[in-house]
Every structure is written in structure tokens, then in C-alpha cells.
């Protein structure tokens, strides 16, 4: 994965949220001011957003200046070959994953798809947060995903085939793994 923009390296012991998100798909880009919000907002509880472009076509000066045109202030990365979203299994943009200490917490979407003035929105990704914030367990630990599929590069569909895909606790385990072996 590739950093565009922002500082990768400064979360290990943080809550991250990885957000798979394309400027192409028109969800992902009605939703990348909540996600931007939300970065702002819960940066000093020790949250940090990790905006993670999968698309094929997508390519690296586009995302920054796209970044830099909406005021983004989350961390952009480019995930060229599709590789870490094979790795979680991430299927859409945008597709919301939350992660405290190498574990999986949370998976789905940012909202329940109403409109934020409705009186039954619901933002699963703000209360995710908030009960991992607060040491718990999110309330809805996984949601659906709502948005356009990711566009993958003709070399990770075949790769994905060839190797199978890993969930994200394989994903975390293997890590766990690494660490423990270094």
C-alpha cells in the first residue's frame, strides 16, 4: 500500500478505520466529507482514518489532488494491485472496516443509507466508534456495505483465484504472527 497523503507510519497503537473508498464510485464521494468529519473529530480520542483506494484505474497524483480539492483530512493510500483489499475481502466502496489492537471490531457501512436529518438515520461507523471508545463492544459489530464494487487490476483477480482471499482475522493473526516471530 502506498501513502499519498499524511503520516502511516504514527498508528500502531491507535483505533484505525479503514475506509476502501474510490473518487470514482458517486457513494464514496457523497460519503468522503462524513468520513473526513469523523477523522477531524475523533483524531484526539486516539482515532485514525486510513482512506484506502483499490480501484484499478485509480493513480496516485489524481487521489492527492482529489484529496487536496475536497479538504480531506484523513490518510490517503493507494492499494495498486489490490492486495489489501483481497486480504480483507473488501467488496465496495465505500466499505468501512475498524480495527483496535490488530483486532477486527467493526465491518460495514458508514450509514444506514437515510438521510442524515431523517429521524431514523442511524451512522454505524460513529457508534462503532463510540463504544470502542468508550472499551466496548460495538452495539452491531457488522453491517451491509452499500456502494459501488471495486474495480480490480486483471493481475489481483487472478491472484485472489490462484491464492484464495484471507478474512481480516487471518489478516490480523498473520501479523500477530510476524511480531511474534521478529
Known amino acids: 500500500v502506498q501513502c499519498i ?14 475506509d476502501f473508498c474510490s473518487m470514482e464510485c458517486p ?5 468522503d466529507p462524513e468520513i473526513s468529519s469523523v477523522a477531524d473529530d475523533y483524531k484526539e ?11 484499478e484505474d485509480t493513480e496516485l497524483p489524481k487521489i492527492n489532488e482529489y484529496m487536496e480539492q475536497r479538504k480531506l483530512k484523513y490518510i490517503a493510500l493507494k492499494d495498486p494491485m489490490n492486495r489489501y483489499a483481497d486480504a480483507v ?5 465505500p466499505e468501512i472496516y475498524i480495527v483496535k489492537n490488530g483486532n477486527l471490531v467493526y465491518h460495514g457501512g458508514v450509514d444506514n443509507q437515510k438521510k442524515p436529518d431523517s429521524p431514523d438515520y442511524t451512522n454505524y461507523l460513529r457508534a462503532a466508534l ?3 471508545i468508550a472499551g466496548k463492544a460495538p452495539a452491531m459489530a457488522e453491517t451491509q456495505a452499500y456502494g459501488c464494487g471495486i474495480k480490480r487490476s486483471a493481475h489481483a ?10 478474512s481480516a482475522g487471518s489478516a490480523s493473526k498473520a501479523r500477530a504472527e510476524e511480531k511474534e516471530g521478529s
Open 5 to 18: 497523503l499524511g503520516d502511516a507510519d504514527a498508528i500502531a497503537d491507535e483505533i484505525v478505520v479503514l
Open 27 to 31: 457513494v464514496s464521494r457523497r460519503l
Open 45 to 55: 480520542k486516539g482515532v485514525v482514518v486510513l482512506g484506502i483506494d483499490s480501484h
Open 89 to 93: 475481502s473488501a467488496k465496495k466502496t
Open 130 to 132: 463510540d463504544d470502542v
Open 157 to 166: 483477480e487472478g491472484s485472489a483465484k490462484k491464492e484464495g482471499s484471507a
